[in-house]
């Protein structure tokens, strides 16, 4: 009986480390400056996962909080790896390790400018702060 109660616990441990946990979503959405009658953009962050380790990045036309990304209409970017941004005018500026295939049916006042960033370049920009100097936001 005991040896029975023990596998059984096993088992039941093994077999809840494969299953996704779906706890602790944190999303936060930002609404990009506009003027009057243009239409919004938005760049949307989700992080989730047992201990926070997945994360999605989406520039988006769509406020929804929900997660369902669509590359065809929204920048996307999957990953637990640090990025900036920021606006000058009508130009969105990301700072990024990846850079994402440009979706062809994104609508935008913004041009979108991803910018690649080495190792080196992001640790140059997190050292102290330095990312604050230029005006950008962390992601």
Known sequence: MKYTVIIFFTLSVLMNIGCSYDGNVQTTVTQLPKKEGDSAVYIKKTTWGFSGDERT??????????LSPEPSSEYVYEGLFTMF????????????PIVVTVPKR????????QKQLSN????????????KKLNLVEL
């Open 57 to 66: 990045v989406v520039i988006s036309n769509n406020p929804a909080e929900e």
């Open 85 to 96: 941004y920021k606006t000058v005018q009508d130009t969105l500026y990301v700072y990024t």
């Open 106 to 113: 994104f609508k935008s006042i913004y041009v979108v400018v």
């Open 120 to 131: 080196p370049e992001m640790m140059e920009l997190l050292d102290s702060g330095n990312y």
